[in-house]
């Protein structure tokens, strides 16, 4: 029997356990945009060092899933050159700083595809089996072909990392919630521009039973797939590194 991960408020996932043929990792934009000095969240004017500090255990993940050949999907937001996908309103908030989507900064034009700070960061390059999503907005279902692919797939349980946990990864978590997948949600391998937003994130998400999904951490994620456990994931609860 596949085991099950150790999670709140209920062991993950509810049916069966974790098996490459109904489960999948999804990593979440973890682009240069959101992961560099010189990306479209600095330029917002927000803390990029809780976004620096998931990294680690995102390649853990992300190694421990490639050995066991599940399905491995990348997310990156970002709009045409033209800005044709890009809403005014989303457009009108953006420029209330400095820099917004569209403008040119270190890494070329923000949140832009085709532009270096689009680029998923080199510790967690796809492979060539590795499928990326390109969206348009918050959530990977949005206006992309996603929910086609892991239906194809036969994925009904999605594990989900990256950035940030407020948003993007919340707005896809509740829409695969929505469209009958079972998430977890690996609060130590998330992280957002703030503590608050980050625990007010988990926190809804455990509400009511587990009403967008269950929250587990790293080192069960690693427990249940038989991988082994890095020296500075054995110390137990790591909360505090984050921020």
């Given at each position: 029997?596949?085991a099950k991960?150790?999670?709140?408020?209920?062991?993950?996932?509810?049916?069966?356990?974790?098996?490459?043929?109904?489960?999948?990792?999804?990593?979440?934009?973890?682009?240069?945009?959101?992961?560099?000095?010189?990306?479209?969240?600095?330029?917002?004017?927000?803390?990029?060092?809780?976004?620096?500090?998931?990294?680690?255990?995102?390649?853990?993940?992300?190694?421990?899933?490639?050995?066991?050949?599940?399905?491995?999907?990348?997310?990156?937001?970002?709009?045409?050159p033209?800005?044709?996908?890009?809403?005014?309103?989303?457009?009108?908030?953006?420029?209330?700083?400095?820099?917004?989507?569209?403008?040119?900064?270190?890494?070329?034009?923000?949140?832009?595809r085709?532009?270096?700070?689009?680029?998923?960061?080199?510790?967690?390059?796809?492979?060539?089996?590795?499928?990326?999503?390109?969206?348009?907005?918050?959530?990977?279902?949005?206006?992309?072909?996603?929910?086609?692919?892991?239906?194809i797939?036969?994925?009904k349980?999605?594990?989900?990392?990256?950035?940030?946990?407020?948003?993007?990864?919340?707005?896809?978590?509740?829409?695969?919630?929505d469209?009958?997948?079972?998430?977890?949600l690996?609060?130590?391998?998330?992280?957002?521009?703030?503590?608050?937003?980050?625990?007010?994130?988990?926190?809804?998400v455990?509400?009511?039973?587990?009403i967008?999904?269950?929250?587990?951490?790293?080192?069960?994620?690693?427990?249940?797939?038989?991988?082994?456990?890095?020296?500075?994931?054995?110390?137990?609860?790591?909360?505090g590194r984050?921020?």
């Amino acid at each position: 029997m596949a085991a099950k991960v150790k999670a709140k408020p209920y062991s993950w996932p509810i049916e069966a356990g974790i098996d490459p043929k109904t489960t999948a990792l999804v990593i979440i934009d973890m682009q240069r945009d959101f992961c560099s000095p010189g990306g479209y969240l600095a330029q917002q004017g927000y803390n990029i060092s809780p976004v620096l500090d998931v990294i680690p255990r995102i390649q853990c993940l992300l190694e421990a899933f490639r050995r066991d050949d599940f399905p491995i999907y990348h997310t990156r937001e970002g709009h045409r050159p033209s800005l044709a996908t890009l809403s005014s309103r989303e457009y009108h908030r953006s420029k209330l700083s400095p820099l917004g989507i569209g403008d040119a900064g270190p890494l070329g034009r923000l949140l832009i595809r085709g532009e270096e700070g689009h680029s998923i960061i080199s510790e967690l390059t796809p492979s060539s089996e590795e499928e990326i999503i390109d969206k348009p907005g918050r959530s990977a279902f949005a206006h992309t072909e996603f929910d086609l692919m892991l239906r194809i797939k036969g994925i009904k349980n999605l594990i989900i990392v990256g950035v940030t946990t407020d948003v993007c990864v919340h707005s896809t978590m509740r829409e695969a919630n929505d469209r009958a997948y079972d998430c977890l949600l690996v609060e130590d391998a998330c992280a957002a521009s703030g503590k608050g937003l980050h625990e007010g994130a988990i926190g809804s998400v455990m509400a009511e039973g587990g009403i967008f999904g269950a929250v587990g951490k790293t080192v069960d994620v690693l427990k249940a797939l038989g991988a082994e456990i890095p020296e500075y994931l054995k110390g137990g609860d790591i909360e505090g590194r984050l921020f």
